[in-house]
């Protein structure tokens, strides 16, 4: 571990004092940047007042710039295949596509766009570090493994893909993005070495305090936030696979329990809106925490939805041959939940709606 006791508590405390900084200068950095979220310009947004896109800059710029420094003070030891380039272009990868979303935020980039230009850098960097990419596919339970060979690269390049589309489809009230990528870094870091630890503790403090600014709607993460986020956290989650099947590695079953109910809701969504003969990146308000807000409240909706996220994991967690039933938890559940608030979908004559950032 390259960071002793100490120094770890310092980093921790240092991530959260920086992104506290950051969270409190929200609305001059929004607009000296252009990054605000008007409801005005909004035909069915679901807030009132203007609220800074800054979210993500505040989250993911502390660990990395931390992570950084300690690099160089330290020297890289061991880590993404054992060399500095790899953790240089991991953060520059993550920052590029922080800087995609922010620039959607501002100008509104076309889906068609922002999807070829996240695709050809997706494929690239797996391509080029191939510690990042599925090398094969894996059922411990089933005694199951298939090797991709050279479509490596490009199944994790789609892989990484649907779950960035899947979590910017899942930014549409406060708190939630912010509380999945808690569980999910908290998760991955029993699953990396314990040098990758740290920097997934430095951003669980800082989506905690990001999370107190943005559930008060102070401040939303945008699409620079949700970009970045599933950037960092798709591409360790990919890294830790690499390391199964030996000790501590997350098996295919696992990883995809990991990340199963945006997942499952990305997939319906798509499938509704092209049999209604829509484009699947048409914005709506019927994505699962539409539903359970219309059901319940969202005061009652985040940890519901929270805990359909959070209970597949720990059945998937709980033994290496524990993926498969814990996908077949996340199924039940959101075919449940799905069931429950079908009384609460949209009604679609009332025509799209964006529900992004509330």
């Known amino acids: 571990m390259p960071l002793p006791d100490a120094s770890f508590l310092a980093y921790l405390t240092a991530a959260g004092l920086l992104t506290l900084i950051l969270c409190r200068r929200a609305p001059v950095i929004g607009a000296r940047l252009g990054l605000i979220d008007d409801p005005r310009a909004k035909a069915h947004s679901l807030h009132e007042r203007s609220t800074p896109l800054v979210g993500g800059i505040a989250v993911i710029l502390p660990s990395l710039l931390l992570t950084g420094a300690d690099a160089m003070l330290r020297g890289f030891s061991g880590g993404w295949d054992s060399a500095p380039t790899a953790a240089a272009g991991f953060s520059l990868l993550v920052v590029t596509l922080m800087l995609l979303g922010a620039l959607d935020d501002r100008v509104h980039l076309s889906a068609r766009l922002r999807l070829a230009v996240t695709a050809t850098m997706f494929t690239l960097f797996t391509y080029l570090y191939p510690a990042f990419s599925v090398a094969s596919l894996a059922a411990p339970g089933f005694g199951v493994s298939v090797s991709l060979g050279y479509m490596a690269a490009p199944f994790s390049a789609l892989c990484l893909l649907a779950f960035t589309n899947a979590v910017n489809m899942a930014d549409g009230r406060n708190g939630l ?180 950032g509330t």
């Open 177 to 356: 993005v912010i509380g999945l990528s808690l569980i999910w870094c908290l998760t991955l870091s029993l699953y990396v070495p314990t040098h990758l630890q740290v920097p997934l503790y430095g951003v669980a403090v800082s989506l905690l305090v990001t999370g107190y600014y943005n559930l008060r709607g102070k401040l939303f993460l945008g699409d620079g936030g949700t970009y970045g986020l599933a950037a960092l956290i798709g591409l360790t989650g990919l890294y830790a696979h690499g390391l199964s099947p030996q000790p501590g590695g997350i098996s295919s079953t696992q990883l995809a329990a990991l990340f199963a109910i945006p997942g499952l809701d990305m997939f319906r969504l798509i499938a509704e809106r092209s049999e209604r003969g829509a484009s699947p990146f048409t914005s709506d308000h019927d994505h699962l925490h539409h539903r359970l807000d219309r059901y319940i409240g969202w005061r009652a909706g985040l940890p519901v939805y929270l805990a359909l996220a959070g209970g597949p994991i720990l059945v998937a967690c709980s033994a290496p041959d524990m993926g498969t039933p814990g996908l077949i938890a996340a199924a039940v559940l959101y075919g449940a939940a799905w069931l429950v608030t079908r009384r609460h979908r949209q009604q679609w004559g009332d025509g799209p709606a964006d529900g992004k």
